[in-house]
């Protein structure tokens, strides 16, 4: 691609954006973004405000108008937490001051413990803090200066939130030290998030949607760390790899999202790496390799890609669903098919029994990630991984893969005192020593953090306590004291707005009108599957592949439970989970689950997801199929008869047992019909 027709791309691409902002009756400026992962109390109760305004989240850090457009919704819901949000998000409509301040001092065993997403600080940090200030000379440009620091062996200054802001709502420009996270999970973001010490870069990105489609995009460049073991004609090269990621993201409906994400490790010293070079080589296949043959110098990038999903539900208890699948390379040169991939998926009730704020998540990806063969230092600034939490919590440069969870529950007491309780946990695969890592024993590793705030006037004060047990079985422990500049609850901020017992019931009543009125349906499934369980072993040549095919007819009892709503007078759009057993346990997570009801009786539905199956190594991939539907056979009950295929659900050939024919990957196929009744609720 030369250089002309790449200016020619972007040109038609800023093009539309500027026609999709001229279609826009106002432009409000160039946005500021809120604090990411620096000031927990004021961040939570901003994404419950997200969901319950119907506000979807796949990238942060967030920008204030978002927050805006989902207040107006969310007051209905809770009045009280919105009005301490606006109270906080006051000090971003002047034209100068402080955003945010923070500061906490630290007692802790030693421990090389990584503490999850803060920008590399260690569990050993004595003291941490971090500060943002701006400075708005008009509406289309915003200065900001900020930072975060921190003690200990490994402590450093990163200017994080350091940038210059040029822009409106549509096209946003910001130069300087801007966090990234292209992920809807709250707690980790496979691509790239704030694990690692935020690099300088140049964004490009809207912050309302665009057009019908609700079209959302962020492109960014940085310059990561030098790196002296970087591949190069046989031998070695140095320097300043670079780091670009492409976010592009669709809102067709009210309440989702879908997106497509992707990184590139390319350049540094003497290896390519022009901006006109990056885009010749954007949707480039990883070659399928012949047996023992790994081509280097032709490798322009180490890529990582992403499909991310979110959809807020209005309920009397209204929740959000999200999902990420992600993927390192190219399966066999496939341009759609993917290898060394991950998949994470969450659920949020910021009104858990109308008292408490629940967030479950849960992950697990294969092996080689943040690893590379060309880059040796892999995708990590100072040593520390760009994407996921867990990949710090295992010996550094082992590509081994993993699983993790996190489950969080806060609620506020009588007194207007907080308490946030977060559990997490994590399980290194066995097969570490099948990578080049004999002899690493890796234990489940947990952390549970207990924190306790006091929101005053204009600040919160509190404790955390960290407890836990490392990967190689060391106990750690650490208790901090912060004080945080977040508007602390403002005098009970929501003191004036707490409705009456007439405006509650009422409240009340429209949520579940509404409700009723997108026909929002929970349910679920019990019935049978069953179907035809293929194993390809692989192989670089059809005849490989042909002699390497191993087939098993199964059958199970089939589980699913999941949530939909009306989306125009005939359609329904929803989620669901599914969970069978053909000889290991498959669980399937519809993204899109479409259904058009034809009549009182009778619907058809499509739909695409992904599956995980349990086989020697875990197993990832796509699944998608159709479905007939008996509605309401008997008084809510309906009769499904769906048809599902799993599509190359694929795992890597690790262990010492697995059938070796030079081709490191195999795959399972299914065409697997399930026939079950669903309980509406």
Same mark, same amino acid.
């Given at each position: 691609?030369?250089?002309?027709?790449?200016?020619?791309?972007?040109?038609?691409?800023?093009?539309?954006?500027?026609?999709?902002?001229?279609?826009?009756?106002?432009?409000?400026?160039?946005?500021?973004?809120?604090?990411?992962?620096?000031?927990?109390?004021?961040?939570?109760?901003?994404?419950?405000?997200?969901?319950?305004?119907?506000?979807?989240?796949?990238?942060?850090?967030?920008?204030?108008?978002?927050?805006?457009?989902?207040?107006?919704?969310?007051?209905?819901?809770?009045?009280?937490?919105?009005?301490?949000?606006?109270?906080?998000?006051?000090?971003?409509?002047?034209?100068?001051?402080?955003?945010?301040?923070?500061?906490?001092?630290?007692?802790?065993?030693?421990?090389?413990?990584?503490?999850?997403?803060?920008?590399?600080?260690?569990?050993?940090?004595?003291?941490?803090?971090?500060?943002?200030?701006?400075?708005?000379?008009?509406?289309?440009?915003?200065?900001?200066?900020?930072?975060?620091?921190?003690?200990?062996?490994?402590?450093?200054?990163?200017?994080?939130?350091?940038?210059?802001?040029?822009?409106?709502?549509?096209?946003?420009?910001?130069?300087?030290?801007?966090?990234?996270?292209?992920?809807?999970?709250?707690?980790?973001?496979?691509?790239?998030?704030?694990?690692?010490?935020?690099?300088?870069?140049?964004?490009?990105?809207?912050?309302?949607?665009?057009?019908?489609?609700?079209?959302?995009?962020?492109?960014?460049?940085?310059?990561?760390?030098?790196?002296?073991?970087?591949?190069?004609?046989?031998?070695?090269?140095?320097?300043?790899?670079?780091?670009?990621?492409?976010?592009?993201?669709?809102?067709?409906?009210?309440?989702?999202?879908?997106?497509?994400?992707?990184?590139?490790?390319?350049?540094?010293?003497?290896?390519?790496?022009?901006?006109?070079?990056?885009?010749?080589?954007?949707?480039?296949?990883?070659?399928?390799?012949?047996?023992?043959?790994?081509?280097?110098?032709?490798?322009?990038?180490?890529?990582?890609?992403?499909?991310?999903?979110?959809?807020?539900?209005?309920?009397?208890?209204?929740?959000?669903?999200?999902?990420?699948?992600?993927?390192?390379?190219?399966?066999?040169?496939?341009?759609?098919?993917?290898?060394?991939?991950?998949?994470?998926?969450?659920?949020?009730?910021?009104?858990?029994?109308?008292?408490?704020?629940?967030?479950?998540?849960?992950?697990?990806?294969?092996?080689?990630?943040?690893?590379?063969?060309?880059?040796?230092?892999?995708?990590?600034?100072?040593?520390?991984?760009?994407?996921?939490?867990?990949?710090?919590?295992?010996?550094?440069?082992?590509?081994?893969?993993?699983?993790?969870?996190?489950?969080?529950?806060?609620?506020?007491?009588?007194?207007?005192?907080?308490?946030?309780?977060?559990?997490?946990?994590?399980?290194?695969?066995?097969?570490?020593?099948?990578?080049?890592?004999?002899?690493?024993?890796?234990?489940?590793?947990?952390?549970?953090?207990?924190?306790?705030?006091?929101?005053?006037?204009?600040?919160?004060?509190?404790?955390?306590?960290?407890?836990?047990?490392?990967?190689? #079985?060391? +106990?750690?422990? !650490? %208790?901090?004291?912060?004080?945080?500049?977040?508007?602390?609850? $403002? /005098?009970? @901020? *929501?003191?004036?707005?707490?409705?009456?017992?007439?405006?509650?019931?009422?409240?009340?009543?429209?949520?579940?009108?509404?409700?009723?009125?997108?026909?929002?349906?929970?349910?679920?499934?019990? #019935?049978? +599957?069953?179907? !035809? %369980?293929?194993?390809?072993?692989?192989?670089?040549?059809?005849? $490989? /592949?042909? @002699? *390497?095919?191993?087939?098993?007819?199964?059958?199970?009892?089939?589980?699913?439970?999941?949530?939909?709503?009306?989306?125009?007078?005939?359609?329904?759009?929803?989620?669901?989970?599914?969970?069978?057993?053909?000889?290991?346990?498959?669980?399937?997570?519809?993204?899109?689950?479409?259904?058009?009801?034809?009549?009182?009786?009778?619907?058809?539905?499509?739909?695409?997801?992904?599956?995980?199956?349990?086989?020697?190594?875990?197993?990832?991939?796509?699944?998608?199929?159709?479905?007939?539907?008996?509605?309401?056979?008997?008084?809510?009950?309906?009769?499904?008869?769906?048809?599902?295929?799993?599509?190359?659900?694929?795992?890597?050939?690790?262990?010492?047992?697995?059938?070796?024919?030079?081709?490191?990957?195999?795959?399972?196929?299914?065409?697997?019909?399930?026939?079950?009744?669903?309980?509406?609720?």
């Amino acid at each position: 691609m030369s250089r002309v027709r790449c200016g020619a791309w972007a040109a038609t691409f800023l093009l539309a954006a500027g026609l999709g902002a001229g279609a826009s009756a106002r432009a409000s400026g160039v946005s500021p973004y809120l604090p990411l992962n620096l000031s927990p109390e004021i961040e939570r109760k901003i994404e419950r405000v997200l969901v319950l305004g119907g506000e979807p989240v796949l990238t942060r850090p967030v920008a204030v108008d978002k927050v805006m457009r989902a207040l107006t919704r969310a007051r209905r819901l809770d009045r009280p937490l919105c009005a301490e949000v606006e109270r906080y998000l006051d000090r971003y409509f002047r034209s100068s001051g402080v955003t945010h301040a923070s500061a906490e001092v630290a007692a802790a065993e030693h421990s090389t413990t990584t503490l999850p997403n803060q920008r590399g600080e260690r569990a050993d940090s004595p003291w941490a803090a971090s500060a943002a200030v701006f400075y708005r000379p008009g509406d289309y440009v915003l200065l900001t200066a900020g930072g975060v620091g921190y003690g200990g062996t490994d402590g450093r200054f990163n200017p994080a939130g350091s940038m210059a802001s040029i822009g409106d709502e549509y096209l946003q420009l910001d130069l300087g030290y801007r966090d990234h996270w292209f992920s809807p999970l709250t707690d980790s973001s496979m691509l790239v998030s704030t694990e690692a010490p935020t690099l300088p870069s140049i964004t490009l990105s809207n912050e309302r949607p665009i057009g019908g489609l609700g079209l959302q995009y962020e492109f960014f460049l940085a310059r990561m760390t030098y790196a002296n073991q970087i591949v190069w004609h046989n031998g070695f090269t140095a320097g300043y790899p670079r780091l670009a990621g492409i976010h592009l993201g669709l809102e067709p409906f009210d309440g989702w999202s879908l997106a497509g994400n992707g990184t590139w490790q390319f350049g540094g010293g003497a290896r390519p790496g022009s901006i006109s070079e990056f885009f010749s080589n954007l949707f480039t296949r990883t070659p399928a390799s012949s047996p023992g043959v790994v081509s280097v110098d032709s490798r322009f990038a180490n890529r990582q890609v992403s499909i991310t999903s979110a959809y807020s539900f209005p309920a009397p208890q209204p929740f959000a669903a999200y999902v990420e699948y992600a993927s390192r390379d190219t399966l066999h040169g496939n341009r759609f098919r993917f290898h060394d991939t991950a998949l994470s998926a969450g659920v949020h009730f910021p009104q858990f029994f109308k008292r408490f704020d629940l967030t479950v998540e849960a992950s697990e990806w294969q092996n080689s990630w943040y690893t590379d063969y060309v880059w040796l230092e892999g995708m990590t600034v100072n040593g520390y991984v760009t994407g996921d939490w867990g990949a710090d919590w295992r010996t550094s440069g082992d590509a081994v893969g993993a699983q993790t969870a996190m489950a969080q529950l806060g609620w506020a007491l009588q007194s207007g005192d907080e308490i946030n309780l977060r559990y997490r946990t994590l399980q290194n695969q066995s097969y570490s020593a099948a990578l080049g890592f004999a002899g690493v024993d890796y234990r489940r590793a947990s952390m549970l953090t207990a924190e306790y705030a006091q929101p005053r006037e204009r600040y919160t004060r509190g404790l955390t306590l960290d407890l836990g047990r490392d990967v190689y #079985g060391k +106990s750690f422990a !650490r %208790l901090a004291a912060f004080v945080r500049l977040d508007g602390g609850n $403002q /005098e009970r @901020a *929501a003191a004036g707005v707490y409705p009456d017992d007439a405006q509650q019931a009422g409240d009340a009543q429209d949520i579940e009108e509404a409700a009723q009125a997108a026909h929002l349906e929970r349910f679920v499934d019990v #019935g049978v +599957s069953g179907g !035809r %369980l293929g194993l390809d072993l692989g192989g670089f040549t059809a005849a $490989q /592949e042909a @002699a *390497a095919s191993q087939y098993r007819n199964v059958l199970s009892p089939h589980l699913g439970i999941g949530v939909r709503r009306a989306i125009s007078e005939h359609v329904d759009l929803g989620v669901r989970a599914e969970f069978d057993d053909f000889r290991g346990a498959m669980a399937a997570l519809r993204i899109l689950d479409l259904r058009y009801r034809l009549d009182r009786h009778f619907a058809i539905g499509a739909f695409f997801g992904f599956a995980h199956y349990s086989g020697p190594t875990p197993a990832l991939g796509y699944y998608e199929g159709a479905e007939l539907q008996w509605r309401n056979l008997f008084a809510h009950w309906d009769l499904s008869l769906d048809a599902r295929i799993f599509d190359h659900v694929q795992r890597d050939k690790l262990r010492a047992s697995d059938p070796q024919n030079g081709d490191p990957v195999e795959w399972y196929t299914m065409q697997a019909p399930a026939l079950f009744l669903s309980r509406r609720f």
